[in-house]
């Protein structure tokens, strides 16, 4: 690449405002772009004298690709220099791309354009209130090219239907299935807040099909009692929608919470208890749960950071609640088994133990190493058995 502007550099300039949206928004509302002036980058003095033959190709080849010979694209401003040995020289200072029609044969978007032209329409045709949204959004308008018709099939239905709860499977919409408004959550959001009256729209919550009116699917718990003499009809694993499982009350003193399903699957038999697993993160959706406030409640995780996380969430409304499985003595034992943890926490957490959150620092800190993780699966069964075992 040339050491000074050429035709390459001034077309990577008209692709920079093509890409941040200042020449699509031209499209659609005059904003004063045109005519567009790049100051270029020229030779100085020593160069002229030192590359005299570089200088002048590089003249040529300006003057060679502009819209005086070319018929579009740019027109160069030029100043006339005075130098003791090469004498009077007119350098190009700026490059002036006067219209858009000009940047768009340059960076060869003429299709796009017409393409984000007729979009604007069909969109503003139907919904006028979206006027400032296309304005500010044309490299949108653009992306969804072959959604329109049926986004705005969406976004009509909503607007027919407030607060319809249904599910998203049962939205009769012609030409339009629930995959096409699955997979477009987040366009069909970001236009629905614009479309819809505000009494139409849930401003508390973060769920799509919750803010705009659908049934969510339920959130289920899934449960394995860990004492046969209390399997229920001969089930052992129970799974349930959330609602429900806060009006089951099992008559078990004890509950175990461990995230890896494999762990659910696998815990060891204990007298009147039971295991609920394969959470993660969405622990917190026991917290309305109020049952298990009068159980003895055990957590166990990861040992990474992660891991402590999930048990201060639990802790925020268990605060009883009691670790297993996750010391210092259980880590430092099993170092062969230790693995990565791709993006560590490095936050502060409140409701730890001392003994927990010295260990979650140790972590913090790389004390035996980079992002240290013993992930609960890999301990052996038989040292799980014995932690069990010594807890009764």
């Excluded at 001034?10 to 100051?39: A, V």
């Amino acid at each position: 690449m040339s050491k000074w502007s050429d035709s390459t550099w001034i077309k990577e300039q008209l692709q920079r405002k093509w890409e941040n949206g200042h020449i699509p928004r031209e499209l659609l509302c005059h904003t004063g772009l045109f005519p567009l002036t790049f100051p270029l980058k020229k030779p100085n003095s020593a160069e002229i004298s030192n590359s005299f033959a570089d200088v002048y190709e590089w003249v040529r080849a300006l003057r060679d690709t502009s819209r005086i010979n070319r018929g579009y694209g740019y027109d160069l401003v030029e100043k006339e220099v005075v130098h003791r040995q090469s004498g009077r020289n007119s350098l190009p200072t700026h490059a002036v791309i006067p219209t858009i029609d000009d940047a768009l044969q340059l960076i060869k978007k003429n299709r796009d354009a017409d393409i984000i032209r007729k979009g604007a329409h069909l969109i503003l045709s139907e919904l006028t209130i979206l006027s400032e949204w296309v304005q500010k959004h044309p490299l949108k308008v653009l992306q969804y090219n072959d959604d329109w018709s049926s986004i705005l099939s969406v976004l009509r239905w909503f607007y027919e239907h407030p607060n319809s709860g249904l599910y998203m499977r049962q939205m009769d919409i012609p030409g339009v299935d629930t995959k096409f408004v699955e997979n477009r959550k987040r366009i069909i959001s970001e236009l629905l807040d614009r479309v819809l009256p505000e009494t139409y729209i849930n401003q508390v919550t973060t769920s799509f099909e919750l803010r705009y009116g659908l049934c969510e699917k339920p959130k289920r718990i899934r449960m394995r009692f860990l004492d046969p003499e209390m399997f229920l009809y001969g089930l052992e694993d129970i799974t349930a929608p959330i609602e429900q499982m806060t009006l089951f009350c099992p008559e078990v003193s004890t509950v175990f919470i461990t995230e890896n399903e494999i762990n659910g699957l696998s815990f060891p038999n204990v007298k009147d208890s039971i295991v609920i697993f394969g959470l993660g993160y969405a622990v917190d959706s026991l917290n309305t749960i109020s049952w298990l406030k009068v159980k003895d409640v055990y957590y166990w995780g990861d040992i990474d950071t992660h891991g402590f996380v999930i048990l201060d969430q639990v802790r925020k409304f268990l605060p009883h609640t009691k670790s297993i499985l996750m010391n210092e003595d259980i880590l430092l034992n099993y170092r062969d088994l230790w693995v990565m943890e791709e993006k560590p926490f490095l936050g502060n957490l409140s409701c730890l133990t001392e003994a927990e959150r010295r260990l979650f620092y140790l972590l913090q800190d790389n004390s035996w190493g980079e992002n240290v993780r013993l992930e609960q699966e890999r301990i052996p069964f038989g040292r799980i058995q014995d932690e069990i075992k010594a807890l009764f």
